[in-house]
């Protein structure tokens, strides 16, 4: 599998933005669960969201749950990361993930990843 991560840019604070990620092949996320993960300048990667295969239950971290929109488009075969009120503490490089579990992305691992695509929140 092999996934491309899209979407990032400069965003100011309070402003939204949404993350795609493209898989190659057909139905994908039927398959596999996808992750979205972000890596701050000298932080630790950190988990962000989670969907499990078939789109049936999503999973979040608390410094995202009520702000981050995690979702699936079958037709396209992509994943997307909808992100309202950014803050400044929100930049880092984005990165999309695909393994057969959610427990997995959700433990922080993951089978398949894509590029990272870079969010800048302005203050």
């Known amino acids: 599998v092999q996934l491309q991560a899209s979407g990032g840019g400069l965003v100011q604070a309070g402003g939204s933005l949404r993350l795609s990620c493209g898989a190659s092949?057909?139905?994908?996320?039927?398959?596999?669960?996808a992750g979205w993960f972000r890596q701050a300048p000298g932080k630790e990667r950190e988990f962000l969201a989670a969907?499990?295969?078939?789109?049936?239950?999503?999973y979040y971290a608390e410094p995202v749950k009520g702000r981050f929109t995690i979702s699936v488009d079958n037709a396209k075969n992509a994943v997307y990361l909808r992100m309202n009120s950014l803050k400044s503490e929100d930049t880092a490089v984005y990165f999309c993930?695909?393994?057969?579990?959610?427990?997995?992305?959700?433990?922080?691992?993951?089978?398949?990843w894509g590029q990272g695509t870079l969010v800048t929140v302005s203050s």
């Open positions: 993930a695909a393994d057969l579990t959610s427990a997995r992305l959700r433990s922080g691992t993951g089978q398949y």
């Open positions: 092949g057909r139905n994908t996320f039927s398959t596999y669960a």
């Open positions: 969907i499990t295969r078939g789109a049936i239950s999503t």
